[in-house]
């Protein structure tokens, strides 16, 4: 996957950022309802926290190629 | 030079640095140690900036309300804040330009004036000095008082003001003046580890629980926890130490050959101090006031309710000394860190031999008024919702920055964990926000 490719008004790497901060707040909110002791808040918890690391680990890759 | 600070200091100098750094790299790791302190000096003063009135009042209530148990969280934090302060490093020794300037061509200037320059650097300054000053005006009192002498906070303010103001007017006064306050901070950082430190000989240490509280992670349980642990390794290193470490290595005229020092400079001049003070500060706390019940919380009443523990007369003498060493390097930290922040919010030249400088450098100074007033609390909370919103936005922006091969070239990030290590810090960042948010909504109880 190459990061630096635009996608609108940005390039794919800022894009991963934003989805990056959905997915941290997905994880807290079920944080929140585990603390809570509400239902459904495991799920949201897990789920948010597999996309987090996803993000992570996809973000992380370093930029390919354009040396000058 | 690309930063005016920078232009007293002669090229032969740079070269000579440059030149000795080389020859430590191949040297024994004490010599090479003692060179990178010599030679080192933004991480001292970001050390000195960072460690203020607010981490102070949080490792004293740490180590008074959990003792040495969190102890851990203060490597945690630090850690993970170096990896964003490594790409200033770059940004300052490979990139040489100023930071702000390349984030408004890039980003915008909602990111880079707005967000960067003003409200993390200026509105900070400004609204975090009526903090250092309360603090400090009110030691220098009790410090006087245990000299026996009456030096009132109505009358010290003057004494406080003059003593920071002169400092940070130094820092624009050539090389010469920014080795002068570098050695200050570094001067003053060894005070503040003295004193703490005979403190500690006087209360003692449980190496035991010390070293537990150090490598095993405990937090309290519940909401308070996940609060306790985000907050604090967000807090340690933030948006102005970034951009304040990125703006000294431009003073200093760093250039490729010193990345080396300036990342030497961010584990012996920042991370190694910070952790130490804190470490000691924390222990007092831990080996006094832990477990006797109803708290204080702010610095100036755990510092009074700690006095009567310390027994000795020299200990409380040496706790106010070293204690109000901390508002004072932060005061000055802060002009310098006001008149950077506003230059870069205009886009103005830094001639640091003009008035506007000069004026701009003093602005913190109308923290004054919190030796006779209270502060303007309200201010604060909205800045503090401000920055807690925003600063992640800042550090994606700083993550883009070193990834950018249009900016850095063959100097952008190659690295896959220090890549990780920025986005880590990013992602406590955005917890920050989310909770900001969370407990306005009530989602966080």
Known sequence: ?68 | MVYPLADAIPQETLDAEAATLEAARSGPILSRLLTYLRLGGPGFMGAALTLGAGTMTAAMLSGAQFGYRTLWISWVAIGSGLFMMAAMARFTTRGRFRVIEVQSERHGWFVARLLTAFLGLVCVSVLFNFGQVALGTHLLESLAETAGVHFPQRWNWLFYGALTAWISLSYGRGGRGVRFVETFMKLALLVMLLAFGACLLVVGVDWSAALRGLFVPWLPRGAAGVDLFIASSAAAIGVADWVFFHYAGLAKGWGPRHEGLARADLFTGLALPFLLVYFVVVSVFAGTLYGSGDLPTSATDLSAALMPLLGETGAQFAFLLGFLVVPITTSVGLGIVCAVGLHETFGWDPDVRSWRWKACVLLPQVGLLASSYPSPLLLIIVIAAFLALSNNVVGWSFYLLLNDAEVLGEHRSKSYLWNLGVLLQITLLNCVAALWVFNRLGLWE
């Open chain 1, 1 to 68: 996957m190459n990061l630096e490719r635009p996608l609108g008004p940005m390039r794919l790497r800022a894009w991963g950022l934003l989805f990056n901060l959905l997915a941290n707040v997905l994880a807290l909110y079920g944080l929140s309802r585990v603390l809570g002791e509400k239902p459904g808040g495991w799920l949201l918890l897990v789920v948010g926290a597999l996309l987090t690391l996803g993000c992570l680990l996809v973000l992380a890759r370093p930029a390919a190629g354009g040396d000058s």
